[in-house]
């Protein structure tokens, strides 16, 4: 089987074109509900995605620290996303994250390109565009950068962007205050669920299993936005995804049978409960389904950490203290492999059906 190389979202953005190929338009049932993204994102009515205020989380004052927990709980429970404010990592460093990240991807394509992942081998880490993976060959409007960026003997530094000098140590630096702020974020759900504190910390693989991987997706401005998605519908397999944006508005989130589209908050990060939590939880917090929209005037580049358990080391399943007789367990046992392929699996179910069906 011959492999061509992944198409460039941004070669083809670049190119000229006023009408996006056909791999990129979405399905016709999809196209109903794809709006102008800036116009979404002002509009003030609807329901809101929740602003969580973190800096009571550690207060001395049992008060103050209860009513953050209880918050947090309960955007978790409702929501599953959040925008995390006064989360203890400097807005400077924040910065500095953003700043290499756009100065890579500033880069000429062919510089990027040294850096390309090879799917079909196996290796994931490095730049890349998503493949096509099922029969109707839908693509998404996106490049991105991928790699593992703690625990830090995991990491393999040879694939980083060497450029700009300063990604390494700000990148690293930030891995390591989001770890930090993981461990914050997971006590505090396990002791909404009447757990220990340290309970799912421990549940994701601890300090030394749980894989923090960072995603820098870079969306290219898009001459059709009101056909296309940056990236499909989907809830995220991972514990947490902690996410940054360089304020252009882009996701939306599928809430009470609605696209909510997320307002740019200054110096917040996004957070999801994704499926890992979702199923340790037995369903009590909540990963909510997501996508994000692309738009004709602004590059749009976000930087996801998905903090992930190992993959075959662990079988998630409901944790015993949260199931009982009226909530029996609502996911069979799985590794996290198998619960990506059961997802995989199911998806495909879903478009042979749907081609079935027109
Ligand atoms: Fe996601």
Request: hydrophobic residues 35%; negative net charge; charged residues 30%.
């Amino acid at each position: 089987m011959v492999i061509s190389a992944a198409p460039r979202v941004e070669r083809l953005a670049s190119s000229g074109i006023e009408v996006i190929p056909q791999e990129y338009v979405r399905p016709q049932e999809e196209l109903t509900s794809i709006g102008n993204v800036f116009e979404e994102e002002k509009k003030e009515e609807g329901p809101r995605v929740p602003t969580i205020n973190l800096k009571g989380i550690n207060s001395e004052d049992p008060v103050e620290r209860e009513k953050c927990k209880e918050e947090l709980k309960k955007a978790a429970a409702g929501w599953g996303v959040m925008h995390l404010v006064n989360h203890g990592i400097p807005d400077e460093l924040i910065e500095r994250v953003k700043k290499a990240g756009e100065t890579f991807f500033d880069l000429p394509i062919e510089e990027k390109e040294k850096y390309a992942n090879d799917q079909a081998t196996g290796k994931i880490q490095g730049y890349g565009s998503k493949l096509a993976n099922n029969a109707c060959g839908q693509l998404e409007w996106e490049d991105y950068f991928f790699h593992l960026v703690y625990p830090e003997d995991k990491r393999d530094l040879s694939i980083w962007p060497k450029t700009p000098t300063d990604y390494k140590e700000a990148t690293s630096e930030y891995a390591r205050q989001l770890r930090g702020l993981a461990t914050t974020i997971l006590s505090t759900l396990s002791l909404g669920l009447g757990l220990e504190a340290g309970r799912l910390e421990k549940e994701v693989g601890g300090m030394e299993e749980f894989l923090l991987q960072l995603k820098i997706n870079y969306y290219p401005r898009c001459p059709q936005p009101e056909l296309a998605l940056g990236v499909e519908a989907h809830t995220d397999v991972s514990a947490l995804t902690f996410i940054l944006h360089n304020m252009v508005p882009g996701l939306q989130l599928f809430y009470e049978g609605k696209w909510v589209t997320a307002k740019c908050v200054p110096n917040s990060i996004i957070m999801h409960i994704g499926d890992t939590i979702e199923i340790l939880s037995n369903g009590k917090y909540k990963s909510i389904l997501h996508r994000g929209l692309v738009n004709k005037e602004k590059v749009r580049i976000s930087w996801a950490v998905f903090c992930e358990p190992p993959k075959e080391k662990i079988i998630l399943q409901p944790l015993p203290e949260t199931v009982s007789e009226e909530e029996p367990p609502r996911y069979p046992p799985r590794t996290f492999v198998q619960h990506i392929e059961h997802k995989l699996f199911r998806r495909t179910q879903d478009l042979h059906s749907n081609r079935i069906s027109k």
